[in-house]
């Protein structure tokens, strides 16, 4: 059974800083890995997918990269704003199947 | 821009009590999921659906069960609702299985339920 992995679980950082989310995946044979955003008592927000054939993506200060082959994902983000405070999840695709696995999530704090 | 709507952001209910928890998506989308979240938990899928009048048990289907008589509706039942039945609840949506490996689930803002 596939499982997600987040490292950390909690993130307090001051405004500026430079970050990376770590997120790791039991089962190489998958489909696509996204990362979500989630505000307090909000649902969530797609951020990044990466393909099962790529790489990496990036949107603005946002950064994901994917090694398939070593069950790994680590989301980077930029000079961290106060508003990048939220919750950041991982989640895969099993190969053929629409549901997806996710982590626990790591908080992020990020402190003015 | 996909809209996936939840009937109600937050419900109190008795312990026994039929819930029923409406989701709506916009987007002709033929995927659509259940899932509770719990802190130290996660995100833990309890029923999807492929198509109308179709479902699936997730991980957790216990004390659920889901209707899907129209294609932008899906409903989670607790048939009789008890106290460990507390918790946010989300739906998603999601174009079908295979149109692109590049599809992404949207999310509605979630009902958090209450259950006493």
């Known amino acids: 059974k596939q499982e997600v992995t987040q490292i950390p679980a909690a993130l307090s950082v001051p405004e500026g800083e430079n970050l990376v989310l770590n997120c790791s995946f039991t089962?190489?044979?998958?489909?696509?890995l996204q990362w979500f955003r989630q505000d307090p008592g909000k649902g969530l927000t797609s951020l990044l997918l990466?393909?099962?054939?790529?790489r990496e993506q990036t949107s603005g200060r946002l950064n994901a990269s994917l090694d398939k082959s070593s069950g790994r994902s680590t989301l980077y983000i930029a000079a961290s704003q106060p508003g990048d405070s939220a919750t950041y999840l991982c989640?895969?695709?099993?190969?053929?199947?629409?549901?997806?696995?996710f982590g626990k999530g790591t908080m992020l704090l990020v402190s003015p | 821009d996909v809209k996936v709507t939840q009937s109600s952001r937050y419900l109190v209910k008795r312990t026994g009590e039929k819930v029923f928890l409406e989701c709506v998506q916009d987007?002709?989308?033929?995927?659509m999921f259940w899932y509770r979240q719990d802190p130290g938990l996660g995100l833990r899928l309890i029923y999807f659906?492929?198509?109308?009048?179709?479902?699936e048990k997730g991980d957790i289907p216990e004390g659920y069960s889901v209707s899907r008589e129209k294609k932008e509706r899906f409903s989670l039942i607790l048939e009789s609702a008890s106290t460990n039945q507390t918790s946010m609840y989300l739906c998603a949506s999601s174009p079908r299985t295979g149109s692109s490996s590049a599809d992404t689930q949207y999310f509605g803002p979630g009902t958090r339920l209450t259950v006493l």
């Open positions: 089962d190489s044979a998958i489909y696509n």
């Open positions: 989640a895969v695709r099993p190969g053929g199947y629409s549901t997806l696995t």
């Open positions: 990466i393909q099962s054939s790529q």
């Open positions: 659906s492929y198509d109308v009048k179709m479902k």
């Open positions: 987007m002709d989308h033929e995927n």
